[in-house]
């Protein structure tokens, strides 16, 4: 089922989104390799109290943006720009892999609009690239990039998994390889390591205990970082 999207305009910035629930905003963002619909499954789960609230960033879904380089601090200007574009002052931040550094950056450079700050399995520095195969994947052609992944993101257990495996490959996106240049150029200079003592919302930090790259040592050296942050790490 396709989900209806609406979007907030930003300059020349045009943010695609889909929602569900009312009440309390909660914005989902999404991770390097997806779009919204990452949060397709985990949207109805937070109820209907909750608005939950996926957008797609640049480059990714349907949002439409101009073709010229950007930051991380762009992105968390793009989502800042979303959440007053909804008439809020403030709202909860969810974000994982790629989302939590952006998640991170918004909560660092435009505070007044995070009530509170969930990230899961991120870091707080391009150290991701340092990943084992993370800077090859975009070399690598869409039926291998989804292999990749899969292998990546999934246990044995998981992989062996077949509706964990087809629910995994459909939030996979493939973009046009000057899109991906865009994306992947936009780490490098991402760095907030001095910087996390500054964050003031409640924060949560999620890892897996077996993720493969982001360890759940990365998520303590972040939770030490951020005053009275707290670490759950997921068996």
Do not use: W
């Amino acid at each position: 089922m396709t989900t209806a999207l609406n979007t907030v305009k930003t300059g020349e910035i045009e943010i695609a989104y889909a929602e569900s629930g009312a009440g309390e905003p909660v914005i989902l963002v999404h991770g390097g390799e997806s779009t919204h619909i990452q949060y397709d499954t985990f949207r109805p789960l937070l109820g209907d109290g909750i608005r939950a609230i996926a957008y797609d960033q640049r480059d990714s879904g349907v949002s439409v943006n101009p073709p010229a380089p950007y930051g991380i601090p762009d992105l968390a200007d793009d989502c800042a720009a979303l959440i007053r574009g909804l008439g809020y002052e403030r709202a909860h931040i969810f974000g994982s892999s790629f989302g939590g550094f952006i998640a991170l950056q918004l909560a660092v450079s435009v505070p007044e609009v995070v009530q509170s700050l969930t990230v899961g399995a991120t870091f707080s520095d391009a150290s991701a690239l340092q990943a084992p195969g993370a800077s090859e994947i975009i070399e690598l052609s869409p039926s291998q990039r989804d292999a990749r992944m899969l292998a990546f993101a999934l246990s044995e257990t998981g992989q062996a998994d077949e509706k964990v495996v087809a629910e995994l490959r459909s939030v996979l996106v493939h973009r046009p390889p000057e899109a991906d240049a865009r994306r992947l150029s936009a780490i490098p200079g991402f760095d907030l390591t001095e910087r996390l003592p500054e964050i003031t919302a409640p924060t949560l930090l999620i890892y897996g205990e077996d993720d493969p790259a982001a360890r759940p040592e990365v998520g303590q050296k972040i939770a030490d970082a951020i005053p009275g942050a707290r670490l759950k790490v997921v068996p």
